[in-house]
């Protein structure tokens, strides 16, 4: 059982690369989320999903889409990477609707530099 | 939308002592009130969490405690030790079955002196 893994750990970009992070979850849950973290500042969403083939919009989502074709897989794709998305990723998940108010789980986190 | 305003931003105290961090909400739905330590480096791990039908809750040295007419909740940790030293972020949800969203704090860094 590993939880909530995120590949990959690393990556350089150069400004206007596009890039996929994949986030895979093995405990069934209904319900992932993407977070970015920059220094000295807590976790703000990007985009969740309430179930296989569901997206939704956070508090930050410009310039990130997102797809969740697997019930395990929530994908976070940059389409033309900016400096400004320099950041570390954090993917989570929870169980869903039958279930009221479970923790989120957390992923290790992808470290992301644009130069 | 929800906010989450978090206390102090750093905070230090000596083995042995107890810490307090302490956060405010604005949204009164909100009824989830989780914890989340993280080490450097490290994924943000859950401690501890309140929902919104208790007032305290408490977790061998760790303790949260829920005002809801005030809209605060707060985060002790008695006879700390140095592997406490971490960041700390409070966060807030409402149960609404549309995806039970966290807002976090801005975290709050606490350092353990031997």
């Known amino acids: 059982n590993a939880g909530v893994t995120q590949t990959p750990k690393f990556r350089v970009l150069k400004t206007g690369q596009s890039m996929t992070l994949l986030c895979a979850q093995d405990m069934n849950h209904e319900y992932m989320y993407w977070y970015r973290q920059d220094p000295g500042m807590g976790l703000r969403l990007i985009h969740y999903?309430?179930?296989?083939?569901?997206?939704a919009k956070g508090e930050v989502p410009d310039g990130y889409n997102v797809s969740r074709l697997k019930k395990q897989n929530f994908l976070l794709g940059l389409e033309s990477a900016a400096p400004s998305q320099t950041s570390v990723y954090f993917c989570a998940s929870s169980y869903g609707v039958l279930y009221s108010n479970q923790p989120q789980h957390f992923g290790d986190g992808t470290r992301l530099s644009i130069l | 939308g929800e906010n989450v305003e978090q206390h102090p931003s750093t905070l230090s105290v000596q083995e042995g002592d107890s810490a307090v961090i302490k956060c405010t909400y604005s949204d009164s739905a909100s009824n989830y009130f989780p914890w989340y330590k993280q080490e450097l480096g490290k994924r943000p791990q859950l401690i501890i969490d309140i929902r919104s039908n208790v007032g305290e809750k408490k977790d061998q040295r760790i303790a949260v405690t829920l005002n809801k007419t005030a809209k605060h909740f707060s985060l002790h940790i008695t006879e700390t030790q140095p592997e406490d030293s971490a960041v700390y972020f409070c966060?807030?949800?409402?149960?609404?079955?549309?995806?039970?969203?966290?807002?976090f704090g801005g975290g709050t860094r606490l350092m353990v002196k031997p």
């Open positions: 966060a807030a949800s409402m149960d609404n079955n549309a995806g039970n969203m966290l807002t």
């Open positions: 999903s309430v179930g296989e083939g569901t997206t």
